[in-house]
Nanobody, 116 residues
């Protein structure tokens, strides 16, 4: 079965950087679009970034120029490089694969807290 393990979160000051990793197993990673989501307190779990099997990427407007999604197919791993972090980025970050009907169960994610 599909297994996803997020890591790399933590407490960081505004303007700081973090690199999140999502290690995957249980499927042919190379063939799938992979997503990063985040969920902050009281809000829905929302898409943040997406990278398809061909390497094309998408990030939401609020993180454009600050976040970069990438993948290493040799390691079956998706990354989210987060620079110039803002308090509004505080959330639990999750990875998963697309499309929706092939997503694995949501795991615990990795918590990012941006605060002075």
């Amino acid at each position: 079965q599909v297994h996803l393990v997020e890591s790399g979160g933590g407490l960081v000051q505004p303007g700081g950087s973090l690199r999140l990793s999502c290690a995957t197993s249980g499927f042919i990673f190379d063939y799938y679009t992979m997503d990063w989501y985040r969920q902050s307190t009281g809000n829905e779990r929302d898409l943040v970034a997406r990278i398809n099997a061909g390497g094309s990427t998408f990030v939401i407007d609020s993180v454009k120029g600050r976040f970069t999604i990438s993948r290493d197919n040799a390691k079956n791993t998706v990354y989210l490089q987060m620079n110039n972090l803002k308090p509004e980025d505080t959330a639990v970050y999750y990875c998963n694969r697309s499309p929706d009907d092939q997503r694995a169960s949501w795991g615990p994610g990795t918590r990012v807290t941006v605060s002075s």
